[in-house]
T-cell receptor, first 113, second 114 residues
Framework: AQSVTQLGSHVSVSEGALVLLRCNYS??????LFWYVQYPNQGLQLLLK??????LVKGINGFEAEFKKSETSFHLTKPSAHMSDAAEYFC???????????FGSGTKLNVKP | DGGITQSPKYLFRKEGQNVTLSCEQN?????MYWYRQDPGQGLRLIYY???????QKGDIAEGYSVSREKKESFPLTVTSAQKNPTAFYLC?????????????FGPGTRLTVT
């Protein structure tokens, strides 16, 4: 069975500060991992995905995530937060050759001026 | 422009009424999904369909029904048997890219039942 745990339902950072959103997965097979962003009352938009090609994955809007198998983690980072980054972020996992996705409970990012 | 359309954006119903949420995609994706989103609970899978005329229950299918008569369309009916139907409903579709599947989401429908 696959599952995803996001530590911290709310994270607050100052504009210009490092953003770190945590995600740990549980998977019995090599996973595919994703980060999505959701703005209020909107659908989810794909930020980036890990598919085993490279452990450090770069996504849109300056975000990146590093896959660490030893820690079963896929944390999302951005060197410098912008006000427009304020949103909710979801980590998700899908199984190998399996067209089904499992989502974490989400982390709301607040960016202070 | 290719994408997923959900209508309406906001929907209000009285308790005891069935209501159908629309989801249409023109991405030519085979698989489609319905999720329910409640504050602090992330996304929970209601139903998914990998091909036309076939669908499977997700984790919280009770009180919901779906059909998949066309590749482009995957409507969700919230029946009166759903005990707590007020929520944000998201439709998604997926396609295989580079050996993995990638999901695309519609804008969502917020259903309020009173």
């Amino acid at each position: 069975a696959q599952s995803v745990t996001q530590l911290g339902s709310h994270v607050s950072v100052s504009e210009g500060a490092l953003v770190l959103l945590r995600c740990n997965y549980s998977s019995s097979v090599p996973p595919y991992l994703f980060w999505y962003v959701q703005y209020p009352n909107q659908g989810l938009q794909l930020l980036l995905k890990y598919t085993s090609a490279a452990t450090l994955v770069k996504g849109i809007n300056g975000f990146e995530a590093e896959f660490k198998k030893s820690e079963t983690s896929f944390h999302l980072t951005k060197p410098s937060a912008h006000m427009s980054d304020a949103a909710e972020y979801f980590c998700a996992v899908s199984g190998y050759n399996f067209n089904k996705f499992y989502f974490g409970s989400g982390t709301k990012l607040n960016v202070k001026p | 422009d290719g994408g997923i359309t959900q209508s309406p954006k906001y929907l209000f119903r009285k308790e005891g009424q069935n209501v159908t949420l629309s989801c249409e995609q023109n991405l030519n994706h085979d698989a489609m999904y319905w999720y329910r989103q409640d504050p602090g609970q992330g996304l929970r899978l209601i139903y998914y369909s990998q091909i036309v005329n076939d669908f499977q229950k997700g984790d919280i299918a009770e009180g919901y029904s779906v059909s998949r008569e066309k590749k482009e369309s995957f409507p969700l009916t919230v029946t009166s048997a759903q005990k707590n139907p007020t929520a944000f409903y998201l439709c998604a579709s997926s396609i295989e890219t580079g050996g993995s599947y990638e999901q695309y989401f519609g804008p969502g429908t917020r259903l309020t039942v009173t």
